[in-house]
């Protein structure tokens, strides 16, 4: 991946980035929106928007590791928040994650998200790139997906 600040579009945010590049062979992962819940669907650390962008975090980390990649491979990310001013409690989060440029990103006010008690939704694209043969027989998500499935087969 490739991180980029063009120096005509400056934001006054500590690893911001402009856009970034992803290039050579692998995957595009498109993750849905994800909350901060549990397992179960209970709402997780309702009332701290820092506390539900970590548990987002770790649920896209799991996520991306189920696609053979890590938060790292994010390229994009969309933020959905209830209040715009709770950045200052999302960022030290991010930086956790991502200590140096961050993935090309968008923050948006939503007047409502799902539940009442979410406060911070996420989605994202990431980029996976291809891992070479190891000549191993593990098996692991293929570079292709998985196959195809065809009618003969689903019955």
Do not use: K
Not at 50 to 75: C, F, K, V
Not at 113 to 132: C, G, H, K, S, Y
């Amino acid at each position: 991946m490739t991180d980029a600040v063009a120096p005509v579009y400056l934001v006054p945010i500590t690893g911001f980035t402009n856009f970034t590049i992803a290039e050579g062979a692998g995957r595009l992962v498109f993750v849905s929106g994800i909350t901060s819940r549990s397992a179960d669907g209970e709402i997780l650390a309702p009332g701290d928007v820092g506390g539900q962008a970590e548990h987002i975090l770790q649920s896209m980390g799991r996520l991306l590791a189920s696609a053979g990649g890590s938060l790292t491979d994010i390229m994009q990310i969309r933020t959905y928040v209830t209040d715009i001013d709770c950045w200052p409690q999302i960022e030290p989060v991010w930086h956790r994650h991502w200590p140096g440029q961050l993935p090309a990103s968008t923050m948006v006010q939503v007047s409502r998200l799902f539940d009442v008690r979410q406060l911070i939704e996420t989605d994202a694209i990431a980029f996976i790139p291809a891992r070479p043969a190891t000549g191993s027989s593990e098996t692991g998500p293929s570079e292709t997906g998985p196959p195809a499935t065809g009618p003969e087969e689903s019955q």
